[in-house]
């Protein structure tokens, strides 16, 4: 049965006494600690959101009831079914398997690993880089018949997305300088992602594991120069290739098609600069592509000759390690 949360803090966590007070849940030693006098914990539960310091620390919510966010247990063993509660309405948590819950700043020391509270409200109020007071969510408008919908935007910081990244072989600081991190919804759900705009104004959205776009679907631009046209089937080859230097064309603007049947729009783009370079995909619908653009556009290079035997360039960045093809690459090019 759940306590209620004056019961739990009388329980389980000491009110006005030292820290080092110990105690135990399922068998693992904890230490209670004391409030610090300069800002105590009903301070810092009204300028900080447990959901927030979760969040900046990578851990998302399972399902949504009410006022209600749950979560599969950080402070224990992983577990199966969630049994975390977060209550929005009252920034407070409840371990309901160990029977354990109180405030942000009794949570902040367990997932910090830091038994000094004022060493913990020092990072959480604003020297600790992870985690900052969470402004107001400006809820964007999106049309009503768009199953997918932005909440916020910003730079890339999930260390989900990172390592996504990371085993894509993109560094973050590339990924920056053309990217943003999405928290979108999906009915009535809240994820994050990496997301890419678009000339309409859509982004194409990836996390690991998935791959969608939020609507209008379009062609990206990117101008950086006037003589040149490097073409690209998706946003993800793009970063691969700014991670390859020995690939890289002087005085070139970049076009991403961002889904090959987008081929027909790019005829400005591609008809616009005097030599077109292709990477596209090695298969039969980026083939196919390369042989329409060729066919119809003077000074055109397939590039795709040069990761022959990958299904694209992002394939050949990530499984060559040594990369012994680029320097062959480099000269053919």
Known sequence: MELPVNQIDR?????????????????????????EKDMNAKQLNQQYSIISLLDQNGFQPTSKRGDNYWYISMIRDPEKNAS???????????????GVGGTLIDLACLILKNKDVKEVIRLITGKFSSFQPQPPVQV????SNNKLRIVKEGYIQDPRLIDYLNARGISLEAANQHCTELIYSN????????????QSGGYELR???FKSCI?????SFVENGRANLIVFEGFMDFL??????????????????????LVGRASKYLSAFPAKFLFLDNDQSGM??????????????????????YKDLNEFLTQNSKCDEQKSAAKAV
């Open 140 to 143: 964007s408008k999106q049309p």
């Open 187 to 198: 009915q009535g759900r809240f994820f994050k992602g990496v997301g890419f705009k678009n």
């Open 288 to 309: 196919n592509a390369a042989a329409q653009i060729n066919q119809l556009y003077p000074r055109v290079v397939d590039m795709s000759l040069f990761y022959t035997g």
């Open 84 to 98: 975390f509660k977060v209550n929005i309405n009252k920034n407070l948590w409840y371990d309901h398997a160990i």
């Open 207 to 209: 996390s690991k594991g």
């Open 215 to 219: 609507a209008p679907k379009d062609l």
């Open 11 to 35: 329980k389980y966590f000491q009110q006005n006494g030292t820290s080092g007070t110990r105690g135990k849940w399922n068998g693992t030693e904890h230490v209670l600690v004391k409030k």
């Open 240 to 261: 691969s290739y700014r991670m390859l230097p020995v690939f890289h064309v002087a005085d070139a603007s970049v076009l991403i098609l961002n889904s090959i049947s």
